[in-house]
C-alpha cells in the first residue's frame, strides 16, 4: 500500500467551480506539503504545514486555501478555479526527526480547469 | 524568480556510460540540496543529497559534487542503465527550512 496517496488522481472541472484534492499518509510524519509542478517551471510549493494547528504560505499560496484536518490528512481547496491552475498537483510528507529535508511524495492529482 | 535553475531540459546517453546532470542556484543562504527522480505517472523519489559542509556525496552510482564558489551542482551516475531513464529535479533549501525550490527537471534517456 502507498505510504502518501491522492484524490482524486485526475479531475477536469469548469472555470469557478470549487474543488478539493485530499492527501493522506500513512508514514506518521509531522511535516505536509502541497505542491505544484508545470511544464519549464519544476515543483513550486503552496503551502505547508509542521501539524494540525500550523499552516504556513508557500512560493504561490494566491488562489489556494488548505485544511489539516488530522496529522495523516491534509487537503487543498481551489475555492473558485481557473484555468491557469491547471497542473500537476503534488502532496509530500516528512519526518519531524533529523533535518526534515527529504519529503516522500504522493502520485499526483492532475487537475485540468476549463 | 527561478532559484535553482537545471537548464539543460534533456540528456540521453548510452547505457553504461556517464550520466552528468548539472544544477545551479542564485541564492546563497541553501545550504541542503536534494536530487530527485520522476517516472510518468509517478511522484518524486528522494535519490540523493548533500550539505553545504561537504563537496561530495556517494551512494553506489551515484553521487552528487556541490560547488559552493560556483553555485552549481552536478548528479553523476555512472553506469547509466535502461532504468534510470526518468525526470531528475534538483531542489535547495536554507538550513532548517522547509520552503524547498526545486529546479525544472532533466529528462535523463539511457538507450540501451
Known amino acids: 500500500d502507498a505510504d502518501v496517496t491522492q484524490t482524486p488522481r485526475n479531475r477536469i472541472t469548469k472555470t469557478g467551480k470549487r474543488i478539493m484534492l485530499e492527501c493522506s499518509q500513512t508514514?506518521?510524519?509531522?511535516?505536509m506539503y502541497w505542491y505544484r509542478q508545470d511544464p519549464g517551471l519544476g515543483l513550486r510549493l503552496i503551502y505547508y504545514?509542521?501539524?494540525?494547528?500550523?499552516?504556513n504560505k508557500g512560493e504561490i499560496s494566491d488562489g489556494y486555501s488548505v485544511s489539516r484536518q488530522a496529522q495523516a490528512k491534509f487537503s487543498l481547496s481551489l475555492e473558485s478555479a481557473i484555468p491557469n491552475q491547471t497542473a500537476l498537483y503534488f502532496c509530500?510528507?516528512?519526518?519531524?526527526?533529523?533535518?526534515?529535508?527529504?519529503?516522500?511524495f504522493g502520485p499526483g492529482t492532475r487537475l485540468t480547469v476549463l | 524568480d527561478q532559484q535553482v535553475k537545471q537548464n539543460s531540459p534533456s540528456l540521453s546517453v548510452q547505457e553504461g556510460r556517464i550520466s552528468i546532470l548539472n544544477c545551479d542556484y542564485t541564492?546563497?543562504?541553501?545550504?541542503?540540496f536534494l536530487w530527485y527522480k520522476k517516472y510518468p505517472a509517478e511522484g518524486p523519489t528522494f535519490l540523493i543529497s548533500?550539505?553545504?559542509?561537504?563537496d561530495k556525496n556517494e551512494d553506489g552510482r551515484f553521487t552528487v559534487f556541490l560547488n559552493k564558489s560556483a553555485k552549481h551542482l552536478s548528479l553523476h551516475i555512472v553506469p547509466s542503465q535502461p532504468g534510470d531513464s526518468a525526470v531528475y529535479f534538483c531542489?535547495?533549501?536554507?538550513?532548517?527550512?522547509?520552503?524547498?525550490?526545486f529546479g525544472a527537471g532533466t529528462r535523463l534517456t539511457v538507450k540501451p
Open positions: 509530500a510528507t516528512s519526518d519531524l526527526e533529523g533535518d526534515g529535508h527529504e519529503q516522500f
Open positions: 508514514k506518521g510524519h509531522d511535516r
Open positions: 504545514s509542521f501539524d494540525v494547528k500550523d499552516i
Open positions: 541564492n546563497s543562504m541553501f545550504d541542503y
Open positions: 548533500i550539505s553545504s559542509i561537504k
Open positions: 531542489a535547495a533549501s536554507e538550513y532548517n527550512n522547509n520552503d524547498m525550490r
